[in-house]
């Protein structure tokens, strides 16, 4: 017998080559080649990189962790260089939580720049780190949602790195952030700088992302305070502070790394005053030293005009709470009077006189606004039809690497029609081949089968934990389910399960489907099948209506239950993030998604249910407008029809309850059928291919960073444009836009 050839992997030199360092630090995953690219690319002359600034990133070790990934693949776990078997010990067993996200916005930032790394585009990011995170959920029967607080330690968080200042190689690299206390005093705020590398799955490029840490003593007292927590919106002073931080923070902090991007990307208005410092920068630079007193009205709308070539915008909802509006007089504390000055002449508001309006001075600054899908684009334009002419759609996506189950990821390998799917999403298209194979569809049923399993184990394993868990925490268990004995309790992995997590906000609607009690139960009874609701997502702690849909959801639990026989379970699961948002997309077998229309701009978990090859039942709202396809890809309901000015109404009389529930009854029996009924199992497993085969391609965020090449101001090298290419061309977001370039 002839021996088997084995490839001739050097561990050893696999590992050294994961060690790279420069006068900023030494990094852990990529080699010193890489590191010397990517660094040489981001503060080249000619700035050819584009700088993404968002409030908040989300991008979990446990979703997603190509460098320990690798080693696992290659059973590393220790070296005999101590530098190494410190960085491998930590990246296989250290911390995977990163808590600086709260939801929708920061994983679709994280998702971006992996594939910003994927596709080697040269970026960078700037966030904030709040030590204290956002907001840890417990959820009592009783009480509803409880917000702690637990910190977290960056220092213990691998793939996040102090950086040192190269000039004082003991210290940390701090940068000064010019501040007003309120008191016509200036302070300066200073901040710490790590980084966090986003790798791509080669483990050559990544994209770094910056996050600035004010956290350190030489920072006054009330600016720490309010950097503790994303989103803390205790005061309307803390809220405007801490977007000061984010958009005061990036020139300094590009200067001190020495970064050149001409262009800036806005992932929503949150870091606009950015802005403010570049118009400044350009006075200083036409009018000269003396440009606070000096300059025209005319010179600052000029130099806005200039400073808008550099910048692109995204803007994400079109609900009220997502823009900021400050106080004239308050924001006079914090900021200069040229400051003020130019936030009267470009951030005006329409309806208040009184007000700095921040998504008007986006709007106003930049060389393209984008609406995050086709629909949002329309209701963006009817609501700021000043700036119509530049706003235009690029679809979210979603990273299919993050998001796609392991079960799935194997079952997709192991098919040669899906060949190269890691690499290029578009490899989905195949699909359609795969829709007349039986063992295909053996397989997906196998696959999912794991998937639902391991949910429903997760979900039976906590309905019992929390009950054990009551004498100590005094919390009573969220779900009634934890109440009963076993045998009763358990959920089902047989039962159609369908799944909703998403934010707390009323105009989600989380309880739509319970809204008539009575009618829903019927329909279990009649159609005689047990079914699985599974629910989580957390509301902000100061939205108290997002709070009262949590425990409005508790409160059905038990009528819901006793009027369906005890076929219907209804869970709630506390504590939604990342990795319970990817064991549910894949394990349930429709993906809920009840907006009131027009409100969700875009909406991106059910992209992740697609990918795993789930079915949406879904409002035509957002990216389902877009990714539904009748009899094909999942079900719709609800109103549909145009949306105007009214439309965009939340208050509880314009939300469609009555209309859009009802819509959904209707719609219900057919699908319990569809999933329970034999003869139909091979209708519903058409729909999960469909799903690979039309949404695959197009929901990603491959194809979304390749749309915003069109609107940033680099150019990539021959092979780089290729690959942007090959994406490029599986969809677009807008053929009206091309079709005017
Ligand atoms: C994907 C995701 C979201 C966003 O879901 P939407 O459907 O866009 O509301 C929110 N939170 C987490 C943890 C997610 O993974």
Redesign the pocket.
Known sequence: MKKPHLPLVDNDQAVHDMLASNSLGTFFGVSQKVLDQVWHELTAADGNSVTYVSMEI?AERDVFHPIKSRLERLEITDSTDPVLDQFIKKFLHGAEKLPNYS??LG?LAGDTLKSFADSRIPALAITLLYRKGYFSQLVDSRLGQIAWTSEWRPEETPSLYLLRDPDHPDHPLVIEVPFSDGHDRNSVAHAQVWLKMEVNSTLDFFVPQILLDYSIPSSPEWIRAAADHLYDSSSERTKAIQRRLLGAGIVPVMEALGVTSKTIHLNEQHGVVVVLHLIARELFATVGPGYATLATDEDIIRAADKVAGRVVYTIHTPVKAGHDRFNRDLYAELGHAFCQRTLRLLARDKEQPQVYNFTELAMRVNRATNSVSRLHKEVTRNQFPEYAAKISAITNG?HHLTWISDAKAELYDSFAELKGWRDDPSAFANAKLLLASNRFRAYFEQAWQQDTRRLIDYVNGMLVEHRNQMQETWIDPPNYLSYLEEGERDLSPEALTIGF???FSTY?RADLIFEDLDTLAKIIVQIGRPVNFIFAGKAHPADEPGKSLIKLLLDYQKDLYLKSNGLARLVFIPG???Q??KMMVAGVHAWL?NPKRPL?A?????M?AAMNGVPNISIMDGWWVEGYHEGKTGWKFGYEGPVDAESLSESPAALLYAEDSASFYNLFPEILTAFNEPALRDGYLDKCIMNLVLNCPIFNTHRMAAEYLDRYAITLDRKTAERIQRFRALYDSDPEFSARR
């Open positions: 989300g939801g929708g994983v979603v997590a998403r934010r989600k939604y993030d990342m319970i948002a998604n969700e875009s909406g991106t978990s059910g992740k």
